[in-house]
């Protein structure tokens, strides 16, 4: 079965410095793996996802990730961070139901902190 | 891109009465509905998983007399927290998805509060 982990609960970086926010995942499969953002009190909103082509992916908001198979890695990374970028990070892997169907499962999540 | 959205946004109920809470998809047809919980500060936790005109797949430890789901169309499921306890306050999110691999789209979520 496929799982992720992220390490860190919390990240505090400065404003304009470099956020990384880690995720390994498991996987006996090729994965489908996403990042999301949630901010307090909302649902959450897709970053980026990589789906087995480039391994480096670009999303929203100048976030990019990039999968390393070597490593079983798909950390987040945005070069200046920003106050508005404070808030909660999932990564995520994607099942494929026998049948037909999809199921996401969550990582921990990542609490990110920005700060003047 | 798509839209999903959860009803109400905010509810409070008596211990003891059942809430319902719906989720549509604005503009796509949803083959497959997500309904996740999450505690405070803590991840989402899949609850089950719906097929629209067939029963939901519910995850292990998860009661499904206590959480019924319907998804009656291809743009709406619903949850039914039935006789509701202070345990049952949560953060519930809703999730759809329009085929195989797509990507899945979240409601904005509903937070129960059991008094």
């Known amino acids: 079965a496929q799982s992720v982990t992220q390490l860190g609960s919390h990240v505090s970086v400065s404003e304009g410095a470099l956020v990384l926010l880690r995720c390994n995942y498991s996987?006996?499969?090729?994965?489908?793996l996403f990042w999301y953002v949630q901010y307090p009190n909302q649902g959450l909103q897709l970053l980026l996802k990589?789906?087995?082509?480039?391994?480096l992916v670009k999303g929203i908001n100048g976030f990019e990730a990039e999968f390393k198979k070597s490593e079983t890695s798909f950390h987040l990374t945005k070069p200046s961070a920003h106050m508005s970028d404070a808030a909660e990070y999932f990564c995520?892997?994607?099942?494929?139901?026998?049948?037909?169907?999809?199921?996401?499962?969550f990582g921990t999540g990542t609490q990110l902190k920005v700060e003047l | 891109g798509a839209v999903v959205s959860q009803h109400p946004s905010w509810v409070i109920c008596k211990s003891g009465t059942s809430v319902k809470i719906e989720c549509r998809s604005l503009?796509?047809?949803?083959?497959?509905m997500f309904w996740y919980r999450q505690f405070p500060k803590q991840s989402l936790m899949l609850m089950a998983t719906?097929?629209?005109?067939?029963?939901?797949?519910?995850e292990q430890g998860v009661e499904k007399d206590k959480f019924l789901i319907n998804h009656a169309s291809l743009t709406l499921s619903t949850l039914t927290v039935t006789s509701a306890h202070p345990e049952d306050s949560s953060f519930y999110i809703c999730s759809a998805t329009t085929g195989y691999t797509g990507e899945l789209f979240f409601g904005e979520g509903s937070r129960l509060t059991v008094l």
């Open positions: 719906s097929n629209e005109g067939s029963k939901a797949t519910y």
């Open positions: 996987s006996s499969v090729p994965p489908y």
């Open positions: 990589y789906t087995s082509a480039a391994t």
């Open positions: 995520a892997v994607i099942h494929i139901l026998t049948g037909g169907g999809n199921k996401l499962t």
């Open positions: 503009d796509f047809q949803a083959t497959t």
